[in-house]
């Protein structure tokens, strides 16, 4: 792994000469890069792959002393939704608009390098891929949404054809963090955008446990097999 920066944003990569594919995952709130860096020796994909985890560019305090890394700051009365319901339906704050587009010109710029782009994120990093692929200007190849949650419905827009990619989510019945009802809500509204999903429920909480390794393998796997032969 090593670091690279993009504008003002940084990230650890593992990459290889002959990778056409790569994944892109975004970590969640309180952590950093190297938090999801360690899937990429876990998931097992049929193709080589290009891996990329980029670094939340705001520092917030997770305890005493300790902080971390986000992409976007919850307020107390946020928390206090997510812990019943959905975040209030609100327009972003120009903060998070401007790492919105950050992030979006980085992808756009992956999107050109590599014929099979998967974009996914875990808790946080799940709610910023839901709200940047329909800002690119190329079809993602799949999304993968692991804890992610509802917010800000109503700025999601009507999508044209080319953005209608298939996604995966999951989500842990015990979740206390970000609550199993809103993460279904996301599931719900993305399919009405006409986004063909897959969801996976599991016994656990607000973690990644080995059946959502397996079913990511699942999912990912028989894109990468489809579109090549679509391809050739």
Not at 79 to 96: G, N
Not at 185 to 203: D, R
């Amino acid at each position: 792994m090593e670091w690279q920066k993009f504008e003002k944003l940084q990230y650890l990569c593992k990459t290889n000469e002959e990778a056409n594919v790569c994944v892109v995952l975004f970590h969640g709130y309180g952590a950093d890069a190297q938090d999801l860096a360690g899937l990429a020796e876990v998931f097992c994909f049929d193709k080589t792959v290009d891996w990329f985890f980029p670094q939340g560019p705001i520092t917030v305090p997770i305890g005493p002393m300790m902080s971390g890394q986000a992409w976007f700051e919850l307020r107390v009365s946020d928390f206090e939704r997510i812990s019943t319901d959905t975040v209030a339906d609100q327009s972003f704050q120009p903060a998070m608009i401007d790492v919105l587009n950050q992030v979006s010109r980085w992808l756009n710029r992956l999107g050109k390098l590599y014929t099979h782009v998967f974009i996914g994120g875990f808790s946080q990093g799940a709610i910023l891929t839901s709200h940047s692929f329909y800002r690119l200007n190329f079809k993602p190849s799949g999304l993968l949404l692991l804890s992610g949650f509802m917010i800000a419905p109503s700025q999601f827009p009507q999508l044209p054809d080319e953005l209608k990619v298939p996604f995966f989510q999951c989500h842990g019945r015990q979740d206390s963090v970000l609550p199993l009802k809103g993460a279904r809500k996301l599931f719900e509204k993305l399919e009405s955008m006409g986004l063909k999903g897959q969801w996976l429920e599991f016994s656990g909480g607000h973690e990644i446990p080995m059946p959502v390794i397996q079913a990511v393998n699942n999912f990912v796997n028989p894109l990468l097999k489809n579109q090549e032969s679509v391809s050739s």
